[in-house]
């Protein structure tokens, strides 16, 4: 048969499963001894109507009444066959059917014939290589693939075709005569018999009714069947009996169950990006559709989180290739599984799973060997074992495929099906598997990145941001890229001398890894631009040029295109005066809580965003009452897609205004209270409450620029150091004030002005620092000095005394400073 002619035999078939067909019972005459409604439906003519007459009445054409006469007397010896032809409808009108007519076989010996016909509009398109001339009789087999069965009244069996046995297993001696539930008793017998009923009462058809064949265990693999239900009444329309036509289902049920599998499959595999439960998902759809049991098993190329397996080491002859990562069971508890989810799945090194990983190629056992002397015995009694004690007797081992690597297998296994795993089986499973792979390999490629996200993010953001002596603090930092946890906002708290603290906040426009790197190169420029102890607005200055510099650096072949578009707020809080200087690049300012909780925004110049150089930038300088609260942000954090800028700081003064709260709790309700959902930018605020040192935490003097008040500086250091209790400092701290004050007094000499003066100022707070400021503007160096110089070792020893040391540029001049670890017992 061609390729055309198997294709419209299977339409025709799977057209007969969902389309109820007109029904007729032919005596050996030809003449119509039962009607069905479903044939008054087709034709138009009622049972009183047709009854008693010829069948040939109906048919149009003379050829089609000759034809299926010689065809009669020829299916005698076939037992059916089919065609198609024209029936006259009882208004006149002509209808294109197919006919098939099956003979059967009766107790009583007679033979009558079964006809069932269906509209041909309601059939699939004929195929458009077949021609008119290739009769529909040579294209179908000569006895269609049907089961017919009559049964009275009482749902006795009294006509039967030779199909129907060969579909429901139920032999013809057993059948004639019998009701259904006699031949072949059971629930699901029972149930027929009440379809059977409901049709005889009602005349109603009942079409598509599914049921499983009666085969004998040893016929192996269960077979569906389909059936259409039919009355069958005489001239005066009382009911005969009823017709089934049944079909064999399997197949297109089978198509229907991977169908059902696969549409499942998209829905609830790969729902998360978490590969632990991307695995579970994909196990939790095998059974049991599939299987009665079945297991995702990982292979080390895959992140889990857990120790790499080959830090494990062998156990008992057997090697952690897998780590088990899905576990599903009919039986609660999964007692099957010899591992749980997480641990290490140890197997023999000659085993299926291990040929499976290494090969690509699925191990398809229906029938498993458990006999003494396989792989089993040799290497791994325990796993035996358990499939001895669950009568584990059909398995299939599948591999994980993507992007040209193995992550690893299912085992799909049947313990209380009794029916062993078929090719189909095999088919559809790694169809599963191939699907649920690319879930899993995105969940793994998602895991890869998280895990440098993080590890980006654990590097560019503080740790334990301190404000120390100078401010308390608190932070919220929300990115819009919630998969990765990073973007482009950053934020900053770094320590100055003289117990100060820079606040910093910036944004880099995008967010993600990319954003994400960007900050990271911005962030690490601050923290040395910072270390300068430049003013705020030269800072940012300076870090203009260092973007500008990034952005040639990435196309250097444009050096006039912005590739890195940022802004910045830079500020610096002096807790001895209480001052705050800042200034911002293209920033929104921040807002200055009171202790009060009135809430301001101070005029501060916006400046250019970064990499611009376009006009230089200004500081400002506040004087903030103690205990007063900044709030740095971005601008994620009060502009939406639905509301400006301005609206949005108009929230944000109203959910700072909340005097209250701790700092902490205040940062958390304002980011609640503002947070867009879902974000579109990220969003950062970092909240600093200022403190202030007292009085008598700091002490400084003003001395004139002579060598001989040298002495009178270490003797006014020590003992102010004795009023604090820091005696133990005494000595080094001298030392430090007696190397800075001859530093100031050496450098400082081409100073004309008999009025320059030299400071000293001592802070004591978290640190001991000792500050010395004159007139000069030169930075002094360390140097490697040579046996034979007087001078050039004072700063190599207040290097060794001090915990760090630097300069620092005031109006006037220069700031020498060096900080001191405090005792502990201070």
């Not at 857990?306 to 780590?323: K, M, N, S, Y």
């Not at 197997?347 to 089993?376: A, N, Q």
């Not at 879902?678 to 002579?706: E, G, I, K, N």
Request: net charge negative; hydrophobic share 40%.
């Amino acid at each position: 048969m061609g390729s055309s002619a198997t294709t419209a035999v299977s339409e025709v078939q799977a057209t007969i499963e969902t389309v109820s067909p007109a029904i007729a019972l032919l005596d050996t005459q030809g003449t119509v001894v039962g009607w069905s409604q479903t044939a008054q439906r087709l034709v138009g003519y009622s049972a009183a109507e047709v009854v008693g007459r010829s069948a040939g009445v109906l048919l149009v054409a003379a050829g089609d009444r000759a034809k299926a006469s010689h065809a009669a007397q020829e299916s005698t010896l076939r037992g059916g066959w089919s065609d198609l032809a024209q029936v006259r409808h009882r208004d006149g009108h002509r209808i294109d059917v197919r006919l098939c007519v099956s003979s059967l076989s009766g107790q009583d010996g007679r033979g009558w014939w079964a006809v069932y016909a269906t509209d041909k509009a309601l059939l699939p398109a004929w195929p458009t290589d077949a021609t008119r001339t290739e009769p529909l009789l040579a294209m179908l087999p000569s006895c269609p693939p049907i089961g017919v069965v009559i049964r009275d009244t009482h749902l006795r069996c009294i006509q039967v075709n030779d199909s129907q046995g060969s579909k429901d297993g139920i032999p013809l001696p057993k059948r004639l005569g019998r009701r259904l539930t006699e031949a072949a008793p059971g629930t699901e017998t029972e149930m027929l018999e009440a379809v059977m009923h409901q049709v005889l009462e009602s005349g109603d058809p009942a079409i598509n009714v599914d049921y499983q064949a009666f085969l004998p265990t040893k016929e192996g693999s269960s077979r569906i069947l389909t059936a259409s239900y039919s009355r069958l009444d005489d001239a005066q329309g009382r009911a005969l009996g009823v017709c089934v036509v049944s079909v064999d289902a399997s197949d297109s049920r089978r198509a229907q169950e991977r169908l059902a599998i696969l549409g499942a499959a998209s829905r609830r595999i790969g729902t998360t990006l978490d590969v632990m439960q991307t695995a579970q998902e994909l196990a939790d759809l095998a059974v049991p559709f599939l299987a009665d049991y079945a297991t995702v098993d990982l292979a080390e190329s895959v992140p889990l989180g857990e120790e790499p397996l080959a830090r494990l080491g062998p156990q008992d002859g057997r090697i952690p290739v897998f780590r088990r990562a899905g576990l599903a069971s009919i039986h609660p508890g999964t007692p099957e599984s010899q591992f749980a989810r997480g641990e290490p799945v140890f197997v023999p090194p000659t085993s299926p799973f291990t040929g499976v990983l290494r090969s690509g190629k699925s191990h398809f056992e229906p029938m498993l060997d458990t006999s003494s002397g396989t792989w089993l015995d040799h290497h791994d009694p325990a796993r035996a074992k358990k499939i001895r004690e669950h009568a584990m007797h059909s398995l299939m081992v599948v591999p994980i495929h993507a992007r040209g690597a193995v992550l690893g297998v299912e085992v799909f296994v049947r313990t209380e099906d009794p029916r062993p795993f078929e090719e189909d089986d095999l088919l559809l499973a790694e169809e599963l598997v191939s699907w649920a792979a690319l879930a899993l390999d995105n969940a793994r490629q998602y895991a890869r990145e998280r895990s440098a996200a993080l590890a980006l993010q654990r590097l560019l953001h503080p740790h334990r941001p301190t404000g120390g002596s100078a401010a308390d603090v608190a932070w919220r930092y929300l990115p819009a890229d919630s998969h990765h946890g990073i973007g482009g906002d950053w934020f900053d708290v770094i320590p100055l001398s003289g117990a100060r603290v820079a606040l910093v906040v910036g944004d880099v426009v995008g967010h993600g890894i990319n954003a994400a790197a960007k900050m990271g190169q911005l962030r690490t420029a601050m923290h040395t631009l910072a270390d300068t102890d430049m003013p705020p607005d030269e800072v940012l200055s300076r870090l203009d040029e260092q973007v500008i510099r990034f952005t040639e650096a990435e196309d250097p072949q444009s050096p006039g295109t912005t590739m890195m578009a940022a802004t910045c707020l830079y500020a610096v809080y002096d807790p001895v005066t209480r001052t705050c200087t800042m200034a911002r690049a293209g920033h929104p300012p921040p807002a200055v809580i009171t202790p009060h909780g009135h809430v301001t925004y101070p005029d501060l110049p916006a400046g250019a965003p970064l990499g611009l150089g376009l006009v230089p930038f200004e500081s400002v300088t506040l004087e903030l009452t103690e205990g007063s609260v900044l709030a740095l942000f971005t601008d994620g954090l009060i502009e939406t897609r639905h509301q400006d800028i301005s609206t949005g700081m108009n929230r944000l003064r109203a959910a700072l205004a909340r005097p209250d709260l701790t700092l902490d709790e205040l940062c958390g309700s304002t980011v609640d209270t503002l947070r867009a959902k879902p974000p579109s930018d990220d969003a950062t605020l970092l909240l600093a409450q200022t403190r202030s040192l007292s009085r008598d935490q700091v002490a400084s003097w003003q001395f004139p620029s002579a060598p001989a008040v040298v002495s009178r500086a270490r003797t006014l250091a020590a003992r102010q150091l004795t009023q604090w209790g820091l005696e133990r400092l005494a000595e080094s701290t001298e030392l430090i004030v007696s190397e800075l004050f001859t530093n100031a007094l050496i450098h400082g000499n081409s100073d004309c002005n008999s009025d320059r003066t030299i400071g000293l100022r001592l802070i004591r707070h978290e640190m001991l620092t000792c500050e010395v400021s004159d007139a000069s503007h030169s930075h002094p160096l360390v140097r490697q000095a040579r046996t034979t110089d007087e001078h050039g070792r004072g700063l190599f020893l207040v290097t060794q005394l001090s915990r760090r040391w630097g300069t620092r540029h005031i109006p006037d001049g220069k700031i020498i400073w060096a900080d001191q670890q405090l005792p502990a017992s201070a």
